[in-house]
């Protein structure tokens, strides 16, 4: 069975300060990684996304993420935080082998100071 | 593209009623999928449609079922409506089952 865990479910970081979340899995075969961002009273909007091609992945708004199979982890990072970027991230696995459903994590709401 | 379109928006229910949620998947999309979205917690997977068959279920009781139709719209059914089902619904769709999945921005369920 696989299971995602997201550290922290609050996190404050001051504008033009870095935005680190962080993700681990739990997965029996190598897994397709996922975060995606949902604002108040909306949908999720998908930011990046691992699936075994390049370790190092881009995504919308300036986020990126680092696939670390020894570490188990796929930590979202942004370099500078904008204030339109508070949000809930949610981090989310999937089996590629049969990759029909999506398993989240609990999510960790991001605020950003002025 | 309209991505994918949910309705209602908003909907409030009796205990023990029965609701139907309904989703239009993206244009060229024809997976779609239900997730619940209780409040402050991540979205749990109901099921997946594809072909107009149900291929994978999560660990929902039999009480939710759905169905797809011809054109790859579905429909979420919940029979007997407790005050736990109250969640934000959302529907997923795909152009296959495992592809990146596009959200639509959900339907708020309240069970009084």
């Known amino acids: 069975a696989q299971s995602v865990t997201q550290l922290g479910s609050h996190v404050s970081v001051s504008e033009g300060a870095l935005v680190l979340l962080r993700c681990n899995y739990s997965?029996?075969?190598?897994?397709?990684l996922f975060w995606y961002v949902q604002y108040p009273n909306q949908g999720l909007q998908l930011l990046l996304k691992y699936t075994s091609a390049a370790t190092l992945v881009k995504g919308i708004n300036g986020f990126e993420a680092e696939f670390k199979k020894s570490e188990t982890s796929f930590h979202l990072t942004k370099p500078s935080a904008h204030m339109s970027d508070a949000a809930e991230y949610f981090c989310?696995?999937?089996?590629?082998?049969?990759?029909?459903?999506?398993?989240f994590g609990s999510g960790t709401q991001l605020t950003v100071l002025p | 593209d309209a991505g994918v379109t949910q309705s209602p928006t908003h909907l409030i229910k009796t205990r023990g009623q029965q609701v139907t949620l309904r989703c239009s998947p993206k244009s060229g999309h024809d997976t779609v999928s239900w997730y619940q979205q209780a409040l402050g917690q991540g979205p749990q997977f109901i099921f997946q449609y594809y072909e107009e068959e149900e291929r994978q279920r999560g660990n929902f009781p039999d009480r939710f079922s759905g169905h797809q139709f011809p054109n790859y719209s579905s429909e979420l059914n919940v029979n007997a409506l407790l005050l736990g089902d109250s969640a934000l619904y959302l529907c997923?769709?795909?152009?296959?089952?495992?592809?990146?999945?596009?959200f639509g921005q959900g339907t708020r369920l309240t069970v009084v």
């Open positions: 997965s029996s075969v190598p897994p397709y």
């Open positions: 989310a696995v999937s089996d590629p082998g049969s990759a029909r459903q999506l398993t």
């Open positions: 997923a769709s795909s152009s296959k089952p495992g592809l990146e999945a596009f």
